[in-house]
């Protein structure tokens, strides 16, 4: 068993959730981002994003690897300094892209 953070741009959700059930059913511990609960893209105050933010870092800290969600090999910038993160602290990094 792997504790895995799930790592991406929020515009592929549905498939951040989908693959984040297959890794849970495959016996791994996944975390996910919080996905916002409103449409609206200024649901959080940049206070609160800077806070959501800190907490993903510490998800990726308590965590075996990250798997990185790169639907057709999409990489956003903020997903790029995830991964260094991880990088940074010798985390396995899981591409999406390699297991479908």
Known sequence: ?????VCGSLKFK???IK?????????????TPIYPTNSD????????????NEMHKEKIRLSDAILV???NGYI????????????GLNKE?????DLV
Request: with cysteine.
């Open 69 to 71: 969600v790169n639907v």
């Open 14 to 16: 549905e498939e951040m």
């Open 76 to 87: 956003g910038s903020s997903t790029r300094s995830e991964i260094e993160f991880a990088k």
């Open 93 to 97: 990094i899981i591409y999406y892209t």
């Open 1 to 5: 068993m792997k504790i895995i953070t």
């Open 41 to 52: 893209k200024d649901a959080y105050t940049n206070e609160q994003i800077l806070v959501l």
């Open 19 to 31: 693959i984040a059930v297959e890794m849970e059913l495959r016996g791994n511990c996944v975390i």
